[in-house]
């Protein structure tokens, strides 16, 4: 049998699929062991911008930005709505507390509505913008995870951070794409959040805090981002929409005085 995608996709549409099928197993390791789904988040969202560079550097297919939207809504759409879903479920019984139990999956379940909303509109009109509107879902599901592996599991907690992040992502707010350094330093930190589990268990020597200290420092990043990015992240050749008003507004003005003057 003749697979269809065989030698029609590139090696950036296969790591991509990957990031799909890290999704899913977060999904999975959600139902028995929150961190594990967190730090599976965090590797999805680094093969997330993995394929990107690999796509800059091999090239990239037609299918491409369909498939990185459908990946993404598997990792950073149901995988973070799953995680949060089953936190709830493992702290309270349905029967015990119906309205905190529905609320929180209601919450989860809007998560994912607006993620799937979100990254079709990136898809259809933001891909080759360098700025999106909204929220971006790895930004929302990398706060997410990394907060709960370091500690922050309170259910409220989780369920009102999970809301918020709904609504933001259907939001009007812009955000800048990350300069590529900048995506760097978080992928390295994400990087060392997944891997300091396998560092313990290779060697006594790292220190019990360290794995914490690394989810405390994406924590920072991410939330220095999702809060400040859309005022003073903006620069490299990147404008503001508040740059970019004014600037439409003088050229606006200057067209005016050169109709006024041709008519005097």
Known sequence: MHLRFVGRLGLADAVTVANA??????????????????RLILLAAVADGLDGVVARHRGSTDAGPYLDSLADVASFGVAPAALVAFVVLD??????????????LGAAALFVSLAVARLGMYTAYDADERETVGV??????????????AGYTAPALLVAATAAFALLMG????????????????????????????????????????GEGFAFALLFLSVGYLVLGPRFYWGDGIRSPKD?????????????DTVEDRGA
């Open 136 to 149: 971006p879902t790895t930004l929302a599901a990398t706060v997410l995870a990394a907060a709960v592996i």
């Open 91 to 104: 702290a309270r019984s349905f029967a015990a507390d119906p309205t905190f139990v529905a609320a929180g």
């Open 244 to 256: 970019v008003g004014n600037a439409r507004s003088e050229t606006d003005a200057k067209d005016a």
């Open 21 to 38: 099928a890290v999704g899913f197993l977060a999904v999975v390791a959600a139902a028995v062991d929150p961190r594990l789904a967190a």
């Open 171 to 210: 939001s009007t707010v812009t955000y800048p794409d990350l300069h590529a350094q900048d995506a760097l330093v978080m992928g390295v930190v994400q990087a060392a959040v997944i891997l300091t589990p396998l560092g313990h268990m290779a060697t006594s020597l790292l220190p019990a805090w360290i």
